[in-house]
T-cell receptor, first 114, second 114 residues
Framework: GNSVTQMEGPVTLSEEAFLTINCTYT??????LFWYVQYPGEGLQLLLK?????DKGSNKGFEATYRKETTSFHLEKGSVQVSDSAVYFC?????????????FGQGTELSVKP | DTEVTQTPKHLVMGMTNKKSLKCEQH?????MYWYKQKAKKPPELMFV???????INESVPSRFSPECPNSSLLNLHLHALQPEDSALYLC?????????????FGSGTRLTVV
C-alpha cells in the first residue's frame, strides 16, 4: 500500500543554518504530495504542495520538489529562524474522488536555537 | 473563506459524559474528515465523509459517532470515552475531484477525558 517515510528527529539547528528534511514515498498511481507544519499547541497548516512529477512547491522560504524517479519530496530551507521550530509532516494524498486518504509520515521535530 | 473552523478548542469531559465536537467549512469542499492525533505523532484517520455520506470508517470504536448534517458541517459525538481517548481531534476538508488547494485542516479540539 501507499506509505511515507520521513527522516527521524528531533533535528536541532542554529539560526540561519540550512535545513533538509528527507521524505520518500511509496505509491501507486499519481499522488499529490504535501508538507504540513504543526507549531506547538496548534493544528496542522499546509506549508506547500506538489501535484505532479517535477513540480516544485514553495512557501515562506521552504521548497520541495516532487521527484518521481527517486520517489522523494525533500523539504529544504536556506536559512532557518527560531520561529521555524515546529513538527513537520510529509504527506501523500490519495485520489480526490470519493474522499481520498491523506497518509502521513512520522513527523520530524525541528528545534532552531538562537 | 478558506478556513475550517472547529469548536470547542478545548474540552474536558468525564467518562460518563456525552459531548459533541463541531466542524464547519464554507469552501464548497465535498469531502470532510476526522483525525485523531496524539502528541508529536502523525494524525490518524478516523472517518471520511464524501458528499455527506460516510465513505470510510477506520474501525473506530462506537463511542465515537460521526454525523454530517449538510455539506458544510461535520460533527463528532462522544459518549463513554476512556482516558486514552484524550488527544487532539482534527477536522479537515478537501475538494473531492480534480485537485485544487488540497486538504485544509482546522486548528483542532484538544480533548481531555478524566
Amino acid at each position: 500500500g501507499n506509505s511515507v517515510t520521513q527522516m527521524e528527529g528531533p533535528v536541532t539547528l542554529s539560526e540561519e543554518a540550512f535545513l533538509t528534511i528527507n521524505c520518500t514515498y511509496t505509491a501507486t498511481g499519481y499522488p499529490s504530495l504535501f508538507w504540513y507544519v504543526q507549531y506547538p499547541g496548534e493544528g496542522l497548516q499546509l506549508l506547500l504542495k506538489a501535484t505532479k512529477a517535477d513540480d516544485k512547491g514553495s512557501n515562506k522560504g521552504f521548497e520541495a520538489t516532487y521527484r518521481k524517479e527517486t520517489t522523494s519530496f525533500h523539504l529544504e530551507k536556506g536559512s532557518v529562524q527560531v520561529s521555524d521550530s515546529a513538527v513537520y509532516f510529509c504527506a501523500l494524498g490519495g485520489p480526490y474522488n470519493q474522499g481520498g486518504k491523506l497518509i502521513f509520515g512520522q513527523g520530524t521535530e525541528l528545534s532552531v536555537k538562537p | 473563506d478558506t478556513e475550517v473552523t472547529q469548536t470547542p478548542k478545548h474540552l474536558v469531559m468525564g467518562m460518563t459524559n456525552k459531548k459533541s465536537l463541531k466542524c464547519e467549512q464554507h469552501m464548497g469542499h465535498r469531502a470532510m474528515y476526522w483525525y485523531k492525533q496524539k502528541a508529536k505523532k502523525p494524525p490518524e484517520l478516523m472517518f471520511v465523509y464524501s458528499y455527506e455520506k460516510l465513505s470510510i470508517n477506520e474501525s473506530v470504536p462506537s463511542r465515537f459517532s460521526p454525523e454530517c448534517p449538510n455539506s458544510s458541517l461535520l460533527n463528532l459525538h462522544l459518549h463513554a470515552l476512556q482516558p486514552e481517548d484524550s488527544a487532539l481531534y482534527l477536522c479537515a476538508s478537501s475538494p473531492p475531484v480534480g485537485g485544487g488547494p488540497g486538504y485544509t485542516f482546522g486548528s483542532g479540539t484538544r480533548l481531555t477525558v478524566v
